[in-house]
């Protein structure tokens, strides 16, 4: 049997690989978060609300550097015509389908879930401060991308076989 | 003949990436209309029609679901068929989409062959 916490870390690794393969046929893998560089460039980040069947953040963070390489892809090589509200929108709708993929993975089939309006931002890799749960990325082998969450032991008080 | 679609959502990012998605699914698309949100594609659909309508549910405005209901009371577009894109969880969101009319759904993420296999009986 699984352990708890292989599961959630396992649904949400397949949320992230998915969501940027299908929407940037970018490469995404998990990385040791011991190891993993440590971004100190710019910063676009997302933060979305779950709010039910939990109440949950959950926070995204990308180096401004892939989020304009993703751009480039989406928009066909017109990313340099692209201003910060473009990215901002990139990484909002990122995060909100990653969640989503990550909720209707680890919720009972037919398990209704409520989100948020993702809200966005641009920020320094210094400033950066982790919720504690907290998952690594390298997409395309080079840059890392961070996600982290709040409160996901509540998932324990849905009576489902998924228990942290 | 090529069909033409309206891709309705309020994400401009999204919009291009169905937009992408419909030319690498194979099928015989045209024109690809783009609106921000329901109310937009209702002022659009009154002087341009479409063959195909894709949608999100969850947009400022007028949402994917008040986008259905208005839509059906419009003579000349209430049988265009819609097909949902979104992120939102759960039957009782698609199941009230496909009261209110729409003819299918598409979960994010998606692939092209997923446009290809729910829009290819639509057109």
Not at chain 1, 113 to 131: I, R, S
Request: no cysteine; proline share 5%.
């Amino acid at each position: 049997m699984t352990e708890p916490m292989g599961k959630l870390n396992a649904a949400m690794h397949l949320a992230v690989s998915d969501t940027f393969a299908s929407m940037a046929f970018m490469d995404v893998v998990p990385a040791d978060k011991a190891t993993a560089p440590r971004p100190e460039e710019n910063l676009f980040w997302a933060s979305l609300l779950i709010h039910d069947p939990i109440q949950s953040e959950i926070r995204l963070y990308m180096p401004e550097e892939l989020i304009t390489g993703m751009a480039e892809t989406i928009y066909s090589g017109l990313a340099d015509e692209l201003g910060e509200g473009a990215k901002k929108d990139l990484i909002a709708e990122l995060v909100n389908t990653l969640v989503g993929r990550f909720l209707g993975e680890i919720l009972p089939p037919n398990r209704s879930f409520q989100l948020g309006l993702p809200e966005t931002g641009l920020m320094k890799g210094a400033e950066l401060a982790l919720f504690d749960q907290s998952w690594h990325f390298v997409a395309d082998g080079r840059s890392t991308l961070i996600l982290t969450a709040t409160e996901l032991n509540q998932l324990q008080r849905l009576g489902t076989d998924f228990v942290i | 003949m090529a069909k033409s679609v309206l891709i309705v959502d309020d994400s401009s990012t999204m919009r291009k990436i169905v937009s992408r998605s419909l030319r690498q699914a194979g099928l015989d698309f045209g024109d690809i209309f783009e609106a921000g949100d329901g109310q937009q594609a209702i002022d659009f659909l009154a002087d341009q029609k479409v063959d195909i309508i894709l949608s999100d549910i969850n947009m400022p405005n007028m949402n994917g679901l008040d986008f259905l209901r208005a839509k059906s009371e419009i003579p000349d577009i209430k049988d265009i068929p819609v097909v949902i894109i979104s992120t939102e969880g759960g039957a009782d969101i698609i199941g009230e989409a496909t009261t209110l009319g729409a003819k299918g759904s598409i979960k994010k993420p998606f692939t092209a062959d997923t446009v290809e296999e729910v829009l290819g009986p639509l057109l």
